[in-house]
Nanobody
Framework: QVQLVESGGGLVQAGGSLRLSCAASGRTLTGYAMGWFRQAPGKEREFVARIRWSSSITYYADSVKGRFTISRDNAKNTVYLQMNRLKPEDTAVYYC???????????????????WGQGTQVTVSS
């Protein structure tokens, strides 16, 4: 079992930055892939970014490419989402998730992921 806890959300003005953290416990994330998803009010949860723990290969949704960066810290068993040049449309609850199969091609499907955190709210004001 893996427990995931997100932190770092908050209120920020458009154009600002936030860094989300997702700390894992229960086992090391080596061999997994980690993803970030988000869900805005009245919308379905959507893929944001993904990283393979062992190789650091990353994937991004088109809407965040060039603004968000996913990374991981082996020693801390933690994955991060650095969010720059935030827009009001980035407002959502952000979730991290762990995929025990890091080589899937359907990395943007939430059903791929086996463990989820509780989410952290990000609000971007205009």
């Amino acid at each position: 079992q893996v427990q995931l806890v997100e932190s770092g959300g908050g209120l920020v003005q458009a154009g600002g930055s936030l860094r989300l953290s997702c700390a894992a416990s229960g086992r090391t994330l080596t061999g997994y892939a980690m993803g970030w998803f988000r869900q805005a009010p009245g919308k379905e949860r959507e893929f944001v970014a993904r990283i393979r723990w062992s190789s650091s290969i990353t994937y991004y949704a088109d809407s965040v490419k060039g603004r968000f960066t996913i990374s991981r810290d082996n020693a801390k068993n933690t994955v991060y989402l650095q969010m720059n040049r935030l827009k009001p449309e980035d407002t959502a609850v952000y979730y991290c998730a762990a995929d025990t199969n890091p080589y899937t091609s359907t990395y943007n499907y939430e059903s791929r992921y086996d463990y989820w955190g509780q989410g952290t709210q990000v609000t971007v004001s205009s």
